[in-house]
């Protein structure tokens, strides 16, 4: 029997929410599942691909060198391994041992943020130590500086939707603190478009997700200088075991990367045009506002905004839109303001009109 949801009794799901790990991120194109078909019908001698296929992207990214992981999250934990060992054999053997204590990993305070992982759990499977720099709703150059100790081993900065993105410094902000006191900058920029602008700006590594914006396989990948990434190559002797990566995903990904810098993404404005017809039919509906929105963080994503109004409540809409077959999955982050966001994304036309048409139901249309 081929693969199906039938066989393994599954729920098809329609991915309103994004490119959201607890839903398998996204697609991958016919270009990518061939790679990833030619890794799995031939032997290679997993050292040079890796250092090969990692030196060939450096080279498309404008970087000294790169390192295929296998997620983002294995991308910040060996990454600050990295740091903490700078290519120490005794380290990769010995991670935790407590001799080795230049653990500190000093990040905006806003920037600790649990992504359905805290950033803080990464960083200690790293073997570091967390130290949050200033306040929730404010980071300055000024309080990271004031926090760099002998034991201080990087700056971690964290792109993302997640963090608080007001009254906070910016990647160069940090870069400049960093070299003052000749300290690595780890940028974590997982689900970030700009493949370029983080290495461009001195970070030593950049962390992308290889199957969020660059919509490969599961993967991740770290840019950056080539004794950093050397220092990151050396966790394969050490945490990174436990993080490997197969040879379908490296050349899966070393695809997508390729097709993604030349296709790019979907455009904000086609995003737009396809948002407005479904925007419309959801104003139809009563107790139900939408608006087309962008990305809180300023990506060039829009999304349908939806205020529920009614009785039901936010919470109780996105619950009920998960109970059926086909499951609907929205951006609960701002539920509790009675807002539910649609990411179109992966969404199609038939879809969108699946989307319609449970909400008529739920709201008693």
């Not at 990174?240 to 995903?249: E, H, Q, T």
């Amino acid at each position: 029997m081929t693969v199906s949801y039938e066989k393994f009794d599954l729920k098809e799901v329609i991915n309103a929410s994004g490119r959201m790990t607890i839903l398998g991120v996204s697609k991958v194109s016919q270009a990518v599942l061939a790679a990833q078909q030619y890794g799995g019908e031939h032997f290679f001698e997993m050292e040079d691909l890796s250092v090969k296929v990692g030196a060939y992207l450096a080279d498309l990214l404008k970087a000294e060198d790169a390192q295929v992981v296998s997620s983002a999250s294995a991308g910040i934990a060996q990454s600050v391994a990295g740091v903490i060992g700078k290519g120490s054999l005794f380290h990769a053997y010995h991670p935790y041992a407590e001799t080795i204590t230049q653990r500190e990993i000093i990040l905006p305070k806003g920037h600790n943020v649990d992504y359905g992982t805290p950033v803080e759990v990464m960083v200690q499977q790293g073997g570091g130590k967390v130290i949050e720099a200033g306040y929730a709703n404010m980071c300055t150059p000024e309080h990271v500086e004031m926090l760099i100790t002998a034991d201080t081993a990087a700056l971690l900065y964290v792109k993302s939707h997640h963090t608080v993105q007001k009254s906070m410094l910016t990647v160069e902000e940090m870069v400049t603190v960093a070299r003052k006191y000749d300290l690595p900058v780890i940028v974590d920029a997982a689900a970030e478009e700009d493949l370029f602008g983080y290495y461009a700006a001195g970070a030593d590594l950049v962390i992308y997700s290889g199957a969020k914006a660059i919509e490969g396989p599961s993967a991740g990948l770290v840019v950056g200088k080539k004794s950093a990434i050397g220092w990151v190559r050396l966790q394969g002797k050490g945490i990174g075991r436990a993080m490997k990566i197969g040879k379908d995903n490296i050349l899966g990904f070393a695809q997508a990367v390729e097709d993604y810098l030349a296709n790019g993404s979907e455009s904000g404005e086609s995003m737009k045009a396809r948002l407005v017809p479904f925007v419309e039919s959801i104003n139809q509906i009563p107790a139900l506002q939408a608006t087309v929105v962008q990305d809180s963080a300023g990506r060039e994503i829009y999304r349908g905004s939806v205020k529920v109004t009614g009785t039901i409540s936010a919470k109780e809409v996105i619950r009920q839109l998960k109970t059926q077959n086909p499951a609907i999955y929205t951006r609960e982050y701002q539920a509790n303001n009675g807002i539910i966001e649609f990411d179109v994304r992966s969404v199609d036309q038939t879809e969108m009109a699946k989307i319609v048409q449970r909400l008529r139901e739920i709201l008693g249309e």
